[in-house]
């Protein structure tokens, strides 16, 4: 076996990442060790070791790759629209962008997490940043008044996010794509709907008060 990884820095770590997240996703995130992810790459173990430190590190990057993703597809989504629209084109980007072993991989670490404190940091980190980009988009509604002033949007993006991770969950479990996209625009409606939704004489009135 080669002592080093045959790549410029970046372009290595890019590929042990992909072999990383592979091997995850085949094996387990439990049964997966740093020498299975070597053998992948061709190299050494310790060549892996000179840019991760540890498989928390290696998952910790891909967590953090997978963050910039849906930061991507948040945005691009939510340029335009009501949450309604948004949250529609949202859902599609990441069905097509995400693999079935790839979304349980996350929920195998969320288990592992239970049992590892480092690596429950991690996730924890990860999830309130992903609540994060959709509580600023939320916000951002509620000041053109689409949403009302006493929804709070901390609690409006937890439950959204919570809603979502349930119907991955149903795709892992098989359940029928189309039938899971219909579900969550559904629940969206009867989200954003009076409870939340500004009447239409509530933003007539914020506009008349900006004037």
Do not use: C
Not at 5 to 15: D, G, L, W
Not at 76 to 96: E, P, T
Not at 112 to 141: A, H
């Amino acid at each position: 076996m080669s002592r080093v990884v045959p790549e410029y820095k970046e372009e290595a770590r890019s590929r042990i990442l992909t072999a990383a997240q592979a091997a995850f996703s085949e094996k387990g995130y439990d049964q997966t060790t740093m020498e299975d992810i070597a053998q992948r790459l061709g190299v050494s173990k310790g060549a892996l070791y000179l840019y991760f430190p540890s498989k928390e590190a290696l998952f910790g990057n891909i967590a953090e790759a997978r963050q910039r993703s849906l930061r991507h597809l948040l945005q691009a989504s939510l340029k335009d629209g009501d949450l309604l629209q948004a949250s529609r084109a949202f859902f599609d980007a990441v069905m097509n962008a995400e693999d079935v072993y790839g979304m349980s991989l996350t929920f195998e670490v969320i288990s592992e997490g239970s049992r590892n404190d480092s690596l429950k940091s991690l996730l924890l980190e990860d999830y309130n940043k992903r609540l994060q980009i959709l509580g600023d988009f939320l916000e951002k509604q509620q000041k053109i008044g689409l949403i009302r002033d006493d929804v709070d949007i901390e609690q409006l993006s937890l439950t959204i996010g919570a809603l979502f991770n349930g119907l991955i969950i149903g795709k892992i479990l098989g359940i029928d794509e189309d039938f899971i996209a219909q579900t969550w625009m559904s629940a969206l409606n009867i989200m954003y709907s009076s409870p939340l939704h500004a009447p239409l004489q509530h933003i007539s009135q914020r506009v008349q008060q900006n004037d």
